[in-house]
């Protein structure tokens, strides 16, 4: 009677395992993500005030800043490097719907630091009109939407719209003395880079200051070929992508480090495609590139560079598979549940 009980109970205890191992494996193999924690909404009477609030002071802001609008927009077209002005308010938006699965909601509360913010921009603008530095009033208008957010939604929903806001920094063209001074170092470093790449390719070149001396040509690494002003682009380029990435923040850190030589690299492409066409073509196709066409070009060419080192920080460090420990246990003492019960 044992005898024959036996194996019942075997063939049980193997249909027991089985069933374990397989659900066991089933959340192993497909985990379905934890549901998002959407936000409290306000109540009717502070979702009222919140509205009156922010029409009040989206008027303040039109009607105090739409001078600064005027003269921004004049820049936009006057500027070829900065035509991507046109482009950085609404990639700020953008930004925000990306990030929208990371939306904190509003503070029933008003945010008084916001208001220290406001008044701060207000103080920064009127230095700015005294030392006669438009620069410095259109950062205020940045300052005073980083306020008005800040007293709207508080501390959480301005943390939230933060990268959006300083997106914003990127339309605003650097002042005449910044550049004075930093184009001096950018264009010593184009020259010096540029020229070492034509020597590469085979090119007569020969660096003297500022000056390429290239065959019987002469190559001058002017102010606007200091690449400054890709420079920012291309700034503007990387802060969007680590906006948009999701990768560890000292990925992200890598990435933004990068945007020096990437600047420069791309410059000196710039210059070394300038003096082949001097050397190669004519000069009207050399000046027409330079000016004309590089500024366009040279923002893609950055773009692939960045894609090129995203994908080795990829391969470099890629991510491990994160799997749960209860479903690792449960399926380790299934096979062990197997091997006893076959044994």
Known sequence: MTSKKKPHKRRGKLKATRKAS?????????????PLALPEPLPAAASRSKLIAAALLGVTFIWAYWPTFGRLIGDWNREPDYSH???????????????????????????????????GSVAMRFFGTLAFVDAIDSWSMILWIAGAAWMLGGYRFALWTAPSIAFLFFMVPLPFRAETMLSGPLQTAATKISCFMLQFIGQPAISEGRTILLGDHQLE???????????????????????????????????LLSTLPIALLANSLRIVATGLLFQHASGEAARKFSHDFSGWV?????????????????KLFPKLQQVRLQSVATEDSSQMGVQQASA
Do not use: N
Request: glycine letters at 6%.
């Open 221 to 255: 690494v002017e102010q606007a070929c200091s690449g400054l002003r890709i420079f920012v682009g291309i700034c503007a380029l990387a802060f969007s992508a680590v906006v948009l990435m999701r990768r560890t923040w000292w990925e992200k850190t890598l990435f």
């Open 85 to 119: 002005g046109f482009l950085v308010p609404p990639l700020a938006l953008f930004f925000l719907y990306a990030r929208r699965d990371r939306f904190p909601g509003l503070t029933p509360a008003v945010g008084w630091f916001g208001l220290l913010l406001i008044a």
């Open 22 to 34: 397989l659900t066991s494996e089933a959340p192993a193999a497909v985990t379905s993500p934890a």
């Open 298 to 314: 040279m923002i893609p060419v950055a773009a692939a560079m960045f894609w090129l080192f995203a994908w080795y920080l990829h």
